[in-house]
């Protein structure tokens, strides 16, 4: 049952109280089940969102370097990587357990003002809300929405006259939210403003308690943010909103004609905003500004729907505000950003309060109510905005979302979706007059509907993206690309992207292999590419299918490293040689050259190479070798192998060489004058990782080999080149 409306505390409660309820065990259900049908969506397709490239390009870069100040999240994303390159994935399984997450703390506040069967509901019904498409993104905004509710479960836990630790831990989770995104930083005026009404609301002597609530939020809240910044990055890390949003501010001027500029967007995108909220949220809207009301007219009244009304519409106000300036501040100066833009994602975290405020109550003293000429009044606005959004199907503003959440339903005007607005547009005429009814109304009418439709947006999104089958394939065809081209080849790559697959490699997938480089990166969509035109003249290039080059292009070779990979080598600086793959994708060897090479002594191929197994490895090319050549290598040793020279022997000429436990290029000059097709590698100290403790394997290991290149233009005889 919920608490009653006047009980002390009414936020503070034990967690065992929630443990040994039955609802609970079902919210834990609902939460499990949620989460894996999460997984199954995002895992079977690839969701694309432009802002991906940043935060997947934070994990290659080391944390001082984080432009974005977002060092909590690149900390607790960096364990995507021990996923390899399944990091993608990995990314998608934090992002669900944080959004499910936060499912724990919406129950543990609807709970204070209903049964908890209900609360129960609610949590998993705001699960349903458009914030889940941004769990398939490798972005913070599962994250962020985990802490933003666990900072609002702890401020409403905060007594105004109650213990100073409190209002501390709110400050905690505060300064947690700036470290995941810049964007908590909008919220401490909103925790402040909302310890202020508190202290106002409950005590005469309001003036000192609200002078120490907000000093213990602030002074935390920066304490935390500002140390562990400072801790990651030194003095970069005390930029407030990052290296990056300070460059882009830096190019917004302040003249008096920008500042009116800037108001009219203002008023532009904030009355978009107001259109959108209104029509999908009309009623809730309504509730909360009603509960708003009732707390500013009765002091002393301790209400949960008030405190709850009070905390959102500070906060709410907060991030739309944000969002709003944020767009105008930008429009016509960031590249694709328009006054129309309504970037609703930056307080989409606050929609499940809309959920919440349905199942406030009217309790039996009506003096706590406003009257039904007074919700008149609130119907008003709220009705002219819903209207207007309705006939006008939200344009200009709709040519500029990208993303399915509520507005789609606005936009894209279905026989179902015209029905939900329609309902709850009748919803909010009725609660005027029988409060309710009208909530009823929504709620069995507008609101399943309205999240039905939402979801099956997010749904088709996702199906008419990049299956995962091809984003894997790309993947690996990235990886052994990475692993095949040496630091100096790279440089002279040009990746090419077409179709769908370009655009995920141009957002995400190119960082597996270019980050720490300087490499040439192309989209050419659906034509075909030509190096003849190409000013760079580059020497490797990394087709990502559908991309193709011209038909009439002679290719000198190229390698098959996945279905939608290819590896070609151009003509520029071709050097007269062949090259030998010792690498694998699903349990292939590859040749660069159409002719293969038998070998004896080595193991099967794997992405890292293909290692010795035994004392002697043998490699019989199909015709003899020249007469006098380079036997380039890119390998490395096992243990104690490093410590004792290899033998590398061609008819009766042999060589020692040293190879060290790092993967190496190695060039030695070998004369084959008995025309022998037979290279032989002796092993000095073959030896098993299980008998140094390693692990498990059993294997003689020795020399692992990646590439093996036959370059007839010799060097001299007695040279060795080792190039690390």
Known sequence: MAYHENDNRIFSVRFKDYVEEKAFSILLIGMLV????????????????????????????????????AYLFQITYQISLSCGDRFYECGKTINALFFVGSAFFIYHIAARITKRSVAVAIALTALFLPTNVYTGAFMPESMFLFFVWGGLWQVLRAESTGSSLQWILAGVWLGCLCLIKPHGLF?????????????????????????????????????????IAFLCAGKAGLSLLGLYANHVGAQVSFSTERIMTILGSVSINAWGNAMMLAAIFGLPLAIIIDKTLTFIRHKRE?????RIAILFVCSCFSLVAMSVMFVAQIADVEQGVSRYQIMSRYYTYFYPIFIIALCFFYVKNQSLSQSWLSRGLIFLPLAVASAAAIFTRMKPYSEFETIPLFAKILWYQSTLSLLALLFGFIALLVWVKWPTIGKTL?????????????????????????????????????????????????????????????????YIGYYNLIIHFSVMHKFIGSSDYDWRESKEQPEWLVLVRP????????????????????????????????????????????????????????????????????KTVHLEFPESLPTSFTLSLVANSFGPNEQFPFIFKIGSISKEVMIPQVRTQIDISLTNEEESSLIEIIVPKPTSPISLGLSGEERNLGINLYSLEIISDALSEDTIRVRR
Not at 302 to 306: I, L, P, V
Not at 572 to 601: E, W
Request: with cysteine; net charge neutral.
């Open 547 to 614: 991309a193709r080059v011209n038909p009439e292009l002679e290719i000198p070779y190229s390698l098959e490293l996945s279905p939608t990979v290819s590896l070609i080598r151009t003509p520029y600086n071709l050097p007269s040689s062949q090259k030998f793959i010792f690498t694998n994708n699903a349990s292939f060897t590859y040749s660069l050259q159409p002719n293969k090479i038998k070998t004896s002594g080595l193991s099967m191929p794997a992405w890292h190479g293909s290692w010795s197994d035994g």
């Open 34 to 69: 949620v989460f894996f049908c999460l997984l199954f969506r995002n895992f079977g397709s690839l969701y694309v969102v432009t802002d991906e490239s940043s935060f997947v390009g934070l994990l290659r870069k080391p944390i001082a370097d984080n432009s974005l100040s």
């Open 302 to 306: 301790n209400c949960a729907q008030s």
């Open 187 to 227: 919220l401490i005026p909103a925790f402040l403003a909302y310890a202020v009404l508190l202290a106002w609301h409950e005590n005469d002597r309001w003036h000192t308690l609200a002078f120490r609530n907000t000093l213990l939020i602030a002074l935390t809240a920066f304490a935390v943010r500002s140390g």
């Open 442 to 506: 929504y709620i069995v009418l507008s609101l399943p509907i309205i999240l039905g439709l939402v979801n099956s947006f997010i749904w088709e999104d996702y199906s008419v993206r990049v299956k995962l089958e091809e984003h894997d394939t790309t993947i690996r065809g990235i990886n052994a690309a990475k692993a095949l081209l040496l630091p100096d080849d790279i440089k002279k790559t040009m990746v090419v992207m077409g179709g769908s697959h370009g655009l995920f490699f141009h």
